[in-house]
């Protein structure tokens, strides 16, 4: 399974859930969706976004796990 830990890079970046969805155009509805592991897929200009407003790579937020 794919596990997402933007709470833990949202925490590192003192932002919140809020903050991020604004920041890089998304619902905040659609932002804890993906926050949850609920999402079937990510465009990459999201994940660039996310990457870009938290200051992190793709691998920071998801992670591959058995």
Known sequence: MIAVNLDVALAKNKMTSGELAERIGITQANLS??????AKAVRFSTLEAICRELGCQPGDILEYRE
């Open 33 to 38: 969706i993906l926050k949850t592991g609920k």
